[in-house]
């Protein structure tokens, strides 16, 4: 078994830089992801233990999860501790090799029934297979905004009636005011966890070009859109909030 490497405390964008570059998925942010994740996303605990929850409920015996965008693999492993149907196997995706060898690491090292299978591809090049349940846990921001309804209407496709999508997201509000509010809690909330404002605004500026977020009217026009008959926000704290989308059994 490989050992685990000790999660370091995030420290990024500490010290002023003389340009901010774009961000990216790269070594020096897996060492630090997952203090980076939990002290910068409102409820990443409780959204991470809500999937594997859901997990339970709705993960249908011999069939496939995926886990789109994984990261070091935290929704797949909530789903893998949580999941008791037999024959489930779960993929997780990430296009970042840096995320996806880490990942294996933590996989590896974890124990249950389910087989899991770590990839590293693009989400939006990827073809999936029939499947049950499908998390895009903060992912879509990332991709192109123009592949975003190809990909919701390609997971609609695949998911076998009954199933579900489970997408998260960053998201801004129309309403300018509403909006102000939101991203200063939000700022306000890393703060309180120990993020500096040259962190803050230093990290804000490196997301600018990569993390195009919607509104939520957008994001629920496209799960609509691709034919999901329940789309249900189930989680809302300042600017991020996470959505059940389940494909009705009336579908062949
Ligand atoms: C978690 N879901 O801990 N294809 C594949 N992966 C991608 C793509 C793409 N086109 N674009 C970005 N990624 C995780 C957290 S993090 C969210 C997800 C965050 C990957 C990227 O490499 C990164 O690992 C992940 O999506 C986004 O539940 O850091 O805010």
Same mark, same amino acid.
């Given at each position: ?121 693009? &989400? ?26 190809? &990909? ?101």
């Amino acid at each position: 078994m490989k050992p685990i490497q000790p999660t370091q405390r995030d420290a990024v964008y500490s010290q002023p830089l003389e340009k901010v570059s774009d961000f990216t998925f790269d070594a020096q942010v897996v060492n630090v992801f997952p203090d980076m994740i939990n002290r910068s996303i409102p409820g990443y605990a409780n959204i991470i233990h809500t999937i594997g929850r859901l997990a339970e409920r709705y993960i249908q015996p011999h069939t496939k999860v995926y886990d789109l965008g994984c990261s070091l693999g935290a929704a797949t492993l909530a789903v893998k501790q949580h999941c008791q149907q037999s024959g489930v196997e779960i993929i997780g995706i990430d296009n970042s090799q840096a995320m996806v060898e880490r990942c294996q690491t933590y996989v590896d090292a974890y124990r249950g029934d389910s087989q899991v299978h770590i990839i590293c591809a693009d &989400i939006s090049d990827v073809q999936l297979e029939p499947c049950s349940m499908v998390i895009l846990n903060f992912t879509l921001q990332f991709v192109d905004p123009k592949l975003r309804q190809k &990909i919701i209407n390609s997971i609609f496709a695949q998911l076998l009636p009954g199933g579900l999508l489970v997408i998260s997201e960053k998201v801004r509000h129309s309403d300018p005011v509403a909006e102000e509010l939101l991203v200063d809690l939000h700022h306000q909330f890393k703060r309180d966890n120990g993020y500096s404002e040259l962190e803050v605004s230093q990290k804000r500026a490196a997301l600018e070009n990569v993390m195009r977020i919607d509104t939520p009217e957008t994001q629920e026009r496209r799960l609509h859109d691709a034919g999901f008959t329940t789309v249900q926000n189930w989680f809302r704290c300042f600017n991020f909030a996470s959505w059940v989308a389940i494909k009705g059994e009336s579908h062949e």
